[in-house]
Protein backbone atom coordinates (compact mmCIF):
# COMPACT_ATOMS: atom_id res chain seq x y z
CA UNK A 1 0.00 0.00 0.00
CA UNK A 2 1.95 2.86 -0.83
CA UNK A 3 1.60 5.89 0.86
CA UNK A 4 -1.03 8.26 0.72
CA UNK A 5 -1.01 12.47 0.31
CA UNK A 6 -2.07 14.83 2.90
CA UNK A 7 -5.20 15.47 1.27
CA UNK A 8 -6.19 11.91 -0.21
CA UNK A 9 -8.76 10.18 2.28
CA UNK A 10 -6.80 7.86 4.97
CA UNK A 11 -6.08 4.82 4.79
CA UNK A 12 -7.75 3.78 8.06
CA UNK A 13 -11.61 4.58 6.25
CA UNK A 14 -12.30 7.61 8.52
CA UNK A 15 -13.45 9.58 5.83
CA UNK A 16 -10.88 12.22 6.57
CA UNK A 17 -8.27 13.57 4.97
CA UNK A 18 -4.82 11.89 5.91
CA UNK A 19 -3.22 15.02 7.14
CA UNK A 20 -6.52 15.51 9.66
CA UNK A 21 -6.70 11.84 10.36
CA UNK A 22 -3.53 9.16 10.61
CA UNK A 23 -0.72 11.53 8.88
CA UNK A 24 0.77 12.01 12.47
CA UNK A 25 0.55 8.61 13.93
CA UNK A 26 2.60 7.16 10.74
CA UNK A 27 4.95 9.89 11.34
CA UNK A 28 5.56 8.81 14.40
CA UNK A 29 5.88 5.16 13.53
CA UNK A 30 8.48 5.66 10.80
CA UNK A 31 9.34 3.71 7.55
CA UNK A 32 6.57 1.03 6.81
CA UNK A 33 3.74 3.27 7.75
CA UNK A 34 0.48 3.33 7.14
CA UNK A 35 1.09 -0.22 6.75
CA UNK A 36 2.11 -0.73 10.63
CA UNK A 37 1.34 -4.25 12.64
CA UNK A 38 -1.71 -4.12 14.28
CA UNK A 39 -3.79 -1.83 11.84
CA UNK A 40 -7.19 -2.63 12.04
CA UNK A 41 -9.17 -2.22 8.96
CA UNK A 42 -12.75 -3.70 8.75
CA UNK A 43 -13.75 -7.24 7.30
CA UNK A 44 -16.93 -8.26 5.97
CA UNK A 45 -19.92 -8.33 8.15
CA UNK A 46 -22.18 -11.58 7.78
CA UNK A 47 -25.87 -11.09 7.98
CA UNK A 48 -27.85 -10.08 11.43
CA UNK A 49 -28.70 -12.96 13.23
CA UNK A 50 -32.32 -14.16 14.36
CA UNK A 51 -34.01 -13.66 17.32
CA UNK A 52 -36.54 -16.24 18.00
CA UNK A 53 -40.46 -15.17 18.25
CA UNK A 54 -40.60 -16.21 22.00
CA UNK A 55 -38.04 -13.88 23.10
CA UNK A 56 -39.44 -10.48 24.06
CA UNK A 57 -38.26 -7.49 22.17
CA UNK A 58 -37.38 -3.73 22.87
CA UNK A 59 -39.34 -0.96 20.72
CA UNK A 60 -36.56 -0.49 18.33
CA UNK A 61 -36.24 -4.56 17.35
CA UNK A 62 -38.08 -3.88 14.31
CA UNK A 63 -37.87 -0.12 13.51
CA UNK A 64 -34.40 0.41 14.91
CA UNK A 65 -36.01 3.30 15.87
CA UNK A 66 -35.74 3.68 20.21
CA UNK A 67 -38.61 4.50 21.81
CA UNK A 68 -39.54 5.60 25.52
CA UNK A 69 -40.87 2.82 27.82
CA UNK A 70 -43.24 2.74 30.40
CA UNK A 71 -41.28 3.33 33.55
CA UNK A 72 -42.30 0.23 36.80
CA UNK A 73 -43.83 2.09 39.17
CA UNK A 74 -42.52 -0.08 42.12
CA UNK A 75 -38.92 0.77 42.86
CA UNK A 76 -37.96 -2.38 44.81
CA UNK A 77 -39.20 -4.95 41.38
CA UNK A 78 -37.62 -2.65 39.35
CA UNK A 79 -34.47 -2.78 40.50
CA UNK A 80 -34.94 -6.65 41.38
CA UNK A 81 -35.60 -7.13 37.64
CA UNK A 82 -32.53 -4.67 36.70
CA UNK A 83 -30.31 -6.86 39.32
CA UNK A 84 -31.69 -10.23 36.67
CA UNK A 85 -30.86 -8.44 33.53
CA UNK A 86 -27.60 -7.37 34.55
CA UNK A 87 -26.41 -10.31 36.03
CA UNK A 88 -27.45 -12.32 32.61
CA UNK A 89 -25.24 -10.01 31.02
CA UNK A 90 -21.91 -10.60 33.09
CA UNK A 91 -22.35 -14.10 32.63
CA UNK A 92 -22.93 -13.38 28.62
CA UNK A 93 -19.79 -11.37 28.89
CA UNK A 94 -17.84 -14.26 30.48
CA UNK A 95 -19.12 -16.66 27.79
CA UNK A 96 -17.56 -14.62 25.20
CA UNK A 97 -14.59 -14.16 27.02
CA UNK A 98 -13.77 -17.78 27.18
CA UNK A 99 -14.17 -17.75 23.28
CA UNK A 100 -11.24 -15.61 22.53
CA UNK A 101 -8.05 -16.92 21.60
CA UNK A 102 -5.85 -15.74 18.11
CA UNK A 103 -7.90 -16.99 14.93
CA UNK A 104 -10.68 -16.18 16.28
CA UNK A 105 -13.05 -13.58 14.43
CA UNK A 106 -15.23 -11.17 15.99
CA UNK A 107 -18.08 -12.52 14.32
CA UNK A 108 -17.37 -15.58 15.47
CA UNK A 109 -17.64 -14.67 19.41
CA UNK A 110 -20.63 -12.39 17.80
CA UNK A 111 -22.25 -15.85 17.55
CA UNK A 112 -21.17 -17.36 21.12
CA UNK A 113 -22.24 -14.15 22.78
CA UNK A 114 -25.73 -14.12 20.63
CA UNK A 115 -26.72 -17.46 21.88
CA UNK A 116 -25.41 -17.00 25.33
CA UNK A 117 -28.22 -14.28 24.92
CA UNK A 118 -30.69 -16.46 24.03
CA UNK A 119 -30.09 -19.33 26.07
CA UNK A 120 -31.05 -16.99 29.07
CA UNK A 121 -34.37 -15.33 27.18
CA UNK A 122 -33.03 -12.13 26.58
CA UNK A 123 -32.68 -10.05 23.46
CA UNK A 124 -29.47 -8.87 22.42
CA UNK A 125 -29.64 -4.94 23.53
CA UNK A 126 -27.40 -3.75 20.91
CA UNK A 127 -29.34 -5.73 17.69
CA UNK A 128 -30.66 -3.34 15.37
CA UNK A 129 -30.53 -0.53 17.94
CA UNK A 130 -30.37 2.73 15.61
CA UNK A 131 -29.45 0.05 12.88
CA UNK A 132 -26.81 -1.58 14.53
CA UNK A 133 -26.26 -5.02 13.12
CA UNK A 134 -24.80 -7.05 15.47
CA UNK A 135 -25.40 -8.23 18.83
CA UNK A 136 -22.22 -7.22 20.57
CA UNK A 137 -19.79 -4.41 19.94
CA UNK A 138 -15.90 -5.96 19.49
CA UNK A 139 -13.50 -3.15 19.40
CA UNK A 140 -9.66 -3.83 18.99
CA UNK A 141 -6.55 -2.16 19.24
CA UNK A 142 -6.97 1.37 18.46
CA UNK A 143 -10.99 0.78 18.10
CA UNK A 144 -12.27 3.00 21.21
CA UNK A 145 -15.94 1.68 21.40
CA UNK A 146 -19.39 0.58 18.90
CA UNK A 147 -16.16 -1.79 16.56
CA UNK A 148 -18.78 -4.14 14.03
CA UNK A 149 -18.05 -7.99 14.50
CA UNK A 150 -16.85 -8.92 11.35
CA UNK A 151 -14.51 -11.26 9.48
CA UNK A 152 -11.22 -10.31 10.45
CA UNK A 153 -9.59 -12.96 12.83
CA UNK A 154 -8.10 -11.84 16.43
CA UNK A 155 -4.09 -11.91 16.43
CA UNK A 156 -1.62 -13.08 18.84
CA UNK A 157 -1.13 -9.43 20.72
CA UNK A 158 -4.05 -7.95 19.99
CA UNK A 159 -6.26 -6.53 23.17
CA UNK A 160 -10.09 -6.77 22.48
CA UNK A 161 -13.08 -4.94 23.96
CA UNK A 162 -16.54 -6.84 24.10
CA UNK A 163 -19.45 -5.14 25.17
CA UNK A 164 -22.38 -6.92 26.15
CA UNK A 165 -25.60 -5.41 27.07
CA UNK A 166 -28.96 -7.63 27.27
CA UNK A 167 -32.80 -6.93 27.40
CA UNK A 168 -34.68 -9.36 30.08
CA UNK A 169 -37.37 -8.99 31.92
CA UNK A 170 -38.27 -5.52 30.41
CA UNK A 171 -34.87 -3.95 31.48
CA UNK A 172 -31.58 -3.88 29.94
CA UNK A 173 -28.21 -4.37 32.08
CA UNK A 174 -24.71 -3.35 30.25
CA UNK A 175 -21.29 -4.35 30.85
CA UNK A 176 -17.89 -4.07 28.98
CA UNK A 177 -14.22 -5.32 29.50
CA UNK A 178 -11.23 -4.92 27.69
CA UNK A 179 -9.19 -8.71 27.08
CA UNK A 180 -5.86 -9.65 25.93
CA UNK A 181 -5.40 -11.93 22.51
CA UNK A 182 -2.65 -14.40 23.04
CA UNK A 183 0.28 -12.27 24.90
CA UNK A 184 0.32 -8.51 24.79
CA UNK A 185 3.03 -6.04 25.37
CA UNK A 186 3.87 -4.47 28.56
CA UNK A 187 2.48 -0.73 27.43
CA UNK A 188 -0.57 -2.95 26.86
CA UNK A 189 -0.81 -4.40 30.23
CA UNK A 190 -0.33 -1.39 31.62
CA UNK A 191 -2.83 0.47 29.67
CA UNK A 192 -5.83 -2.68 30.60
CA UNK A 193 -4.52 -2.23 34.16
CA UNK A 194 -4.94 1.48 34.59
CA UNK A 195 -8.35 1.87 32.71
CA UNK A 196 -9.32 -1.35 35.37
CA UNK A 197 -8.60 0.97 37.85
CA UNK A 198 -10.19 4.17 37.15
CA UNK A 199 -13.32 2.17 36.72
CA UNK A 200 -12.59 1.02 40.65
CA UNK A 201 -12.06 4.31 41.12
CA UNK A 202 -15.26 6.34 39.52
CA UNK A 203 -17.68 3.51 40.93
CA UNK A 204 -15.30 3.99 44.87
CA UNK A 205 -16.41 8.35 43.97
CA UNK A 206 -20.15 7.62 44.49
CA UNK A 207 -21.90 8.48 47.56
CA UNK A 208 -25.65 9.86 47.73
CA UNK A 209 -25.55 13.41 48.33
CA UNK A 210 -22.35 14.06 46.28
CA UNK A 211 -22.11 15.56 42.59
CA UNK A 212 -21.96 13.25 39.41
CA UNK A 213 -19.02 15.27 39.05
CA UNK A 214 -17.28 13.31 41.50
CA UNK A 215 -17.04 10.20 39.35
CA UNK A 216 -15.11 11.54 36.97
CA UNK A 217 -12.59 13.86 38.71
CA UNK A 218 -11.55 10.57 40.00
CA UNK A 219 -11.16 8.92 36.57
CA UNK A 220 -9.36 11.75 35.24
CA UNK A 221 -7.08 12.47 37.81
CA UNK A 222 -5.88 8.48 37.82
CA UNK A 223 -5.62 8.47 34.20
CA UNK A 224 -3.92 11.69 33.87
CA UNK A 225 -1.39 10.84 36.88
CA UNK A 226 0.11 7.71 34.55
CA UNK A 227 -0.03 9.65 31.05
CA UNK A 228 -3.18 8.52 29.41
CA UNK A 229 -5.87 10.58 27.23
CA UNK A 230 -9.50 10.19 28.91
CA UNK A 231 -12.13 9.91 25.40
CA UNK A 232 -14.88 12.65 26.35
CA UNK A 233 -16.90 12.13 23.44
CA UNK A 234 -18.67 9.31 25.06
CA UNK A 235 -19.59 8.71 28.91
CA UNK A 236 -22.05 6.56 31.06
CA UNK A 237 -25.50 6.77 31.53
CA UNK A 238 -28.78 5.73 32.69
CA UNK A 239 -30.07 2.38 32.22
CA UNK A 240 -33.02 0.59 32.65
CA UNK A 241 -36.54 0.22 31.12
CA UNK A 242 -34.55 2.18 28.20
CA UNK A 243 -30.89 0.94 26.66
CA UNK A 244 -29.73 4.86 27.30
CA UNK A 245 -31.33 6.96 30.18
CA UNK A 246 -30.63 10.27 31.96
CA UNK A 247 -28.18 10.81 33.82
CA UNK A 248 -24.98 10.89 31.42
CA UNK A 249 -21.79 10.13 33.30
CA UNK A 250 -18.86 11.89 31.79
CA UNK A 251 -15.61 10.39 32.62
CA UNK A 252 -13.13 13.68 33.38
CA UNK A 253 -13.87 16.50 35.88
CA UNK A 254 -16.61 18.48 34.57
CA UNK A 255 -18.01 21.39 37.43
CA UNK A 256 -21.04 22.11 35.65
CA UNK A 257 -22.10 18.39 35.98
CA UNK A 258 -24.28 19.01 38.99
CA UNK A 259 -26.76 15.93 39.17
CA UNK A 260 -26.93 15.32 42.57
CA UNK A 261 -26.72 11.18 43.15
CA UNK A 262 -29.10 9.77 45.04
CA UNK A 263 -30.16 6.42 46.62
CA UNK A 264 -31.82 3.96 43.66
CA UNK A 265 -30.02 5.52 40.67
CA UNK A 266 -28.97 3.14 38.07
CA UNK A 267 -26.18 4.01 35.57
CA UNK A 268 -23.38 2.68 33.75
CA UNK A 269 -19.77 3.93 34.52
CA UNK A 270 -17.35 3.29 31.52
CA UNK A 271 -14.04 5.17 31.02
CA UNK A 272 -12.10 4.89 27.96
CA UNK A 273 -8.84 5.38 28.21
CA UNK A 274 -5.89 6.24 25.12
CA UNK A 275 -2.74 5.73 25.08
CA UNK A 276 -2.18 8.54 22.89
CA UNK A 277 -4.57 11.58 21.65
CA UNK A 278 -8.60 11.05 23.34
CA UNK A 279 -9.71 12.54 20.01
CA UNK A 280 -11.48 9.92 17.72
CA UNK A 281 -12.74 9.21 14.00
CA UNK A 282 -15.60 7.57 13.04
CA UNK A 283 -15.54 4.88 10.45
CA UNK A 284 -17.66 5.06 7.14
CA UNK A 285 -20.15 2.19 8.96
CA UNK A 286 -21.22 4.96 11.11
CA UNK A 287 -20.58 3.04 13.94
CA UNK A 288 -16.31 2.39 14.75
CA UNK A 289 -15.18 4.85 16.21
CA UNK A 290 -11.49 4.42 17.01
CA UNK A 291 -8.53 7.20 18.26
CA UNK A 292 -7.68 9.76 15.87
CA UNK A 293 -3.53 8.60 15.99
CA UNK A 294 -3.92 4.87 15.19
CA UNK A 295 -2.60 4.50 19.40
CA UNK A 296 -4.35 1.88 21.37
CA UNK A 297 -7.58 2.40 23.54
CA UNK A 298 -9.42 0.56 26.20
CA UNK A 299 -12.58 0.40 28.36
CA UNK A 300 -14.21 -0.73 31.28
CA UNK A 301 -18.07 -0.81 32.24
CA UNK A 302 -20.41 -1.63 35.01
CA UNK A 303 -24.15 -1.17 35.65
CA UNK A 304 -24.42 0.23 39.23
CA UNK A 305 -26.97 0.98 41.94
CA UNK A 306 -26.51 3.90 44.17
CA UNK A 307 -26.73 2.64 48.00
CA UNK A 308 -27.07 4.50 50.98
CA UNK A 309 -23.57 4.01 51.61
CA UNK A 310 -21.77 4.05 48.22
CA UNK A 311 -22.61 1.82 45.17
CA UNK A 312 -23.43 -2.02 44.28
CA UNK A 313 -22.28 -3.26 41.06
CA UNK A 314 -25.04 -4.61 39.03
CA UNK A 315 -23.26 -6.78 36.62
CA UNK A 316 -21.24 -9.49 38.03
CA UNK A 317 -22.02 -12.53 38.00
CA UNK A 318 -22.04 -15.68 40.28
CA UNK A 319 -18.81 -16.42 41.59
CA UNK A 320 -17.23 -13.95 39.28
CA UNK A 321 -15.02 -10.74 40.74
CA UNK A 322 -16.91 -7.08 41.28
CA UNK A 323 -14.37 -6.14 38.62
CA UNK A 324 -13.89 -8.08 35.45
CA UNK A 325 -9.70 -8.99 35.48
CA UNK A 326 -7.31 -9.30 32.94
CA UNK A 327 -6.76 -12.54 32.01
Known sequence: MGKPGANDLCW????????????????????GSPVRPGAVRPGVVSPRRAVPPEIPRPSYALT???????????????????????????????????????????????????????????????????GFPKSLCTSVNEVILHGIPD????????????????????????????????????????????????????????RPGRPISDIGRAIE????????????????????????????VLHYYEPRARTVLEEGMVFTIEPMLTMGRPEHVVWPDGWTASTVDGQRAAQYEHTLVVTRDGAEILTVAPAEPAVAQVR
Open 151 to 206: SRPLEDGDIVNLDVTIYLDGMHGDCSATYPVGKIDEASQRLLRVTRECLELGISAV
Open 221 to 248: KHAAAHGYGVVRAFCGHGIGEDFHMEPQ
Open 64 to 130: GRPRSAPRVADPRLRLERIRRACRAAAEVLAEGARALRPGVTTDAIDGVVHQAYLARGGYPSTLNYH
Open 12 to 31: CGSGQKYKRCHREADLAAGP
